[in-house]
Each structure stands twice: as structure tokens, then as C-alpha cells.
């Protein structure tokens, strides 16, 4: 029994302690510092945060965020949103009788190459006709495709999470277009998942040694 215990204490001593950071369009924050004994081992990894964490807005509690490492720089993991959305609690609480949920799926590519898929939802005020209903996500659709012509990744991140809570961004543009469909009491970004990265080495994730002074 003893030896057993023997052996779980050194495979802890063999690993280093990384820090995780958010990108730059989420402030470089330390969001968890993770174990490893092979930093190779870490890109590829997700990390699960809340916008919470990133803000101090209690209210933004509800939306989840996952950023996928990327590369390691010394004992600093770098990351990438791969995906964001509301909690089940959240979307239940937009909920009412009586009134319609229109949603929308769409899969864009970025103008420096990254596809995503990006769902939408917009609550009516009131009951929404089927016509109308395919009107409203043909305006999801058409907000979307514009961003992704005229967008990195970067920017639709920081487009559909901050802009967004902040009454502003893709949720926002959608809502003051359809809503001259139906009143609306909602629409956002409910989820967002990246499906693929640009086929350039640039996107390859990477482990690098801590620079060393000069």
C-alpha cells in the first residue's frame, strides 16, 4: 500500500505547473493554472471559463466559454475561443407561453479562414407565422455572412460574446433588423463552436521553450 502511494507522489513531482491565459480579445487573463509533466500534451486541450470571469459582471454568469490551448510559451499556455454558450438555465429562463423561439444554425468561414458554427435565437413577443419565421433567419443569415466576409476570428469572437452582453454585436444587429418582422423580447448568440482551423503553419499548435535573457 505503501508503495503505491510512493509512486502517485513522484508522478506529481514530475509535473509543472502552466498558466492558462484567454487571447487578446478577452484581456490575456490567467483564467486556471493546470498540471502537466509534458508540455507537449497541453495544445489541443480545452479549458471551461464563464464570461463571469472575464468581466466581474455577476449577470454574465450564465454564458460559458471554452478556450482551446493553442501553444505553450515557457509555463504560459496560450489560447483560442473554441466555443461559447448560454447554460441550460439561462435559455429556460427566455422562455415564454405563448410565444414563439425561432433558431437559427449556420456554419461561416471567416475572411482569414476559420469556420465556425454559429447558432441563434430570437424569442417573439407573441406567436410568429411560419413565413416570418423564415424571414427572421434570413436575416440571421445575411448578418452572418457579412461578418464573415469583413471579419477575422478574432473580431466575430469579440463581436458575438462582448459587443453582445454589451447590447451591441451580431446579437444586437439581428434583433434591430428582425424585430421590423415581429417584436422581439430577444435574440443572440446562444452557441458558437469552432469546426476548423486555417490550413497554414501559422495555426499549428506549438510548444516553445521560455526565452532566455540576453
Not at 501553444?71 to 489560447?79: H, I, L, N, P
Not at 447558432?119 to 434570413?138: L, Y
Request: hydrophobic letters at 35%.
Amino acid at each position: 500500500m505503501s508503495k503505491a502511494t510512493g509512486r502517485i507522489r513522484d508522478k506529481w513531482r514530475m509535473k509543472e505547473w502552466y498558466s492558462v491565459y484567454t487571447p487578446s480579445y478577452f484581456g490575456e487573463l490567467n483564467i486556471a493554472n493546470i498540471p502537466c509533466s509534458d508540455a507537449s500534451k497541453l495544445p489541443g486541450r480545452v479549458v471551461e471559463s464563464t464570461l463571469y470571469e472575464i468581466t466581474g459582471d455577476f449577470s454574465h454568469q450564465s454564458i460559458k466559454l471554452y478556450f482551446l490551448i493553442r501553444q505553450v510559451k515557457g509555463d504560459r499556455a496560450e489560447t483560442i475561443l473554441k466555443g461559447h454558450e448560454y447554460s441550460a438555465d439561462y435559455l429556460r429562463s427566455l422562455v415564454r407561453r405563448g410565444s414563439s423561439r425561432v433558431d437559427g444554425i449556420f456554419k461561416i468561414t471567416t475572411k482569414d479562414g476559420y469556420t465556425t458554427r454559429i447558432s441563434i435565437v430570437a424569442f417573439a413577443k407573441g406567436r410568429v407565422k411560419i413565413s416570418q419565421q423564415r424571414a427572421i433567419r434570413r436575416v440571421m443569415r445575411e448578418v452572418l455572412e457579412e461578418k464573415a466576409k469583413n471579419l477575422t476570428y478574432d473580431q466575430l469572437c469579440h463581436d458575438m460574446v462582448l459587443l453582445s452582453v454589451g447590447k451591441a454585436g451580431i446579437g444586437s444587429e439581428i434583433y434591430n433588423l428582425a424585430k421590423r418582422i415581429s417584436p422581439l423580447r430577444h435574440c443572440g448568440v446562444r452557441k458558437s463552436k469552432l469546426l476548423s482551423l486555417p490550413a497554414v503553419p501559422e495555426a499549428a499548435v506549438a510548444v516553445t521553450p521560455e526565452a532566455q535573457p540576453a
